[in-house]
């Protein structure tokens, strides 16, 4: 139950072209879903995240959609660059006590020029 | 921009041996976290850290590992007696910064590879 399961594993795009990254989640109690971007060496930065009171929330490129009812949300990248080839993992936690991040297994995405 | 520091980048040692993973979290922060990803695999959360005790600990966070913030700066992870399977990268991360609602929002470091031989 404190699983988040994040597809697919890998993904090649163009540049220009769309990244659309999966995740599911089974814990109702998770209310807080960031997505961390970690290029090699480095260790995983915020990208973005969403509270499940909205269904949708964009910056600049990158976009989040929230389905609560499905408990899945995705991440979409718009316009993907070169430089946006990367691991990508979506997290999940819930308020109170530690509010431990449950990660994603990764997708490593790649963006040809 | 302010960043949580991990030393070293890099510590190989032999099985059965204590190594110390040392930490900086980012200044005024309050939670702060230890997770661990072995080559290939996802992050994994070990240890949560607050006002001097833990929050929290996982399955993997047996009696071989501790934790301390020995100095109010830096965060420290021990581990008593080395396995191989301990072999992994080790993230530091800490949140929550004075009047500030954003507890969730962690901040990695770059990590400490460990390779036990």
């Known amino acids: 139950q404190q699983q988040v399961k994040q597809s697919p594993q890998s993904l090649i795009v163009q540049k220009g072209g769309i990244s659309i990254i999966n995740c599911a989640y089974e814990n109702t109690a998770f209310d807080y879903f960031p997505w961390y971007q970690q290029f090699p060496g480095k260790g995983p930065a915020l990208l973005i995240a969403?509270?499940?009171?909205?269904s949708e929330k964009k910056e600049g490129r990158f976009t989040i959609s929230f389905n609560k009812s499905a408990k899945q949300f995705s991440l979409h990248i718009m316009d993907s660059q070169p430089g946006d080839s990367a691991t990508y993992f979506c997290a999940a936690s819930r308020q109170g006590g530690s509010e431990k991040l449950v990660f994603g297994k990764g997708m490593k995405l790649t963006v040809n020029p | 921009e302010p960043e949580v520091t991990q030393t070293p980048s890099h510590q190989v040692t032999q099985m059965g041996q204590e190594v110390i993973l040392r930490c900086v979290p980012i200044?005024?922060?309050?939670?702060f976290y230890w997770y661990r990803q072995i080559l290939g695999q996802k992050v994994e959360f070990l240890v949560s850290f607050y006002n001097n005790e833990i929050s929290e600990k996982s399955e993997i966070f047996d009696d071989q590992f501790s934790v301390e913030r020995p100095d109010g700066s830096n965060f420290t992870l021990k581990i008593r007696s080395t396995k191989l399977e301990d072999s992994a990268m080790y993230f530091c991360a800490s949140s929550g910064r004075l009047g500030r609602l954003a507890k969730n929002i962690q901040y990695f470091g770059a990590g400490t590879r460990l390779s036990v031989l």
């Open positions: 969403i509270r499940p009171d909205v």
């Open positions: 200044s005024n922060h309050l939670y």
